[in-house]
């Protein structure tokens, strides 16, 4: 059974960094796009960023620049640094897998657990 588990969430000051991981199993990810999604107080879950099948990393137009993706298939880990965090940023962060595309929600075949984010002004 395929299982994501999220860690790295945790309050910082605006301006400030974090790290998520997302580590994974029971599955061959290496063939699967994986992403990370957020969703925030009374917000729909959006993508942020994902790394497409072929490796191609692909970021949402508000996180451009401050986070950056990542993927160690020799540790089955993923990664999201995030850097100049901002207030809008706060939110619970979830790891996804995919086997088609991780573009849309509505695609997502498994899911982590969430790790939440909050940026303070």
């Known amino acids: 059974q395929a299982q994501l588990m999220e860690s790295g969430g945790g309050s910082v000051q605006a301006g400030g960094s974090l790290r998520l991981s997302c580590t994974y199993s029971?599955?061959?990810?290496?063939?699967?796009?994986m992403g990370w999604f957020r969703q925030g107080p009374g917000k729909e879950r959006e993508g942020v960023a994902r790394?497409?099948?072929?490796?191609?990393?692909t970021y949402e137009d508000s996180v451009q620049g401050r986070f950056t993706i990542s993927k160690d298939n020799t540790k089955n880990i993923l990664y999201l640094q995030m850097n100049s965090l901002e207030p809008e940023d706060t939110a619970m962060y979830y790891c996804?897998?995919?086997?088609?595309?991780?573009?849309?929600?509505?695609?997502?075949?498994?899911w982590g657990q969430g790790t939440q984010v909050t940026v303070s002004s």
């Open positions: 790394i497409d099948n072929d490796g191609t990393p």
């Open positions: 029971g599955s061959t990810y290496s063939s699967y796009c």
């Open positions: 996804a897998a995919a086997r088609w595309t991780c573009a849309d929600r509505d695609y997502i075949n498994y």
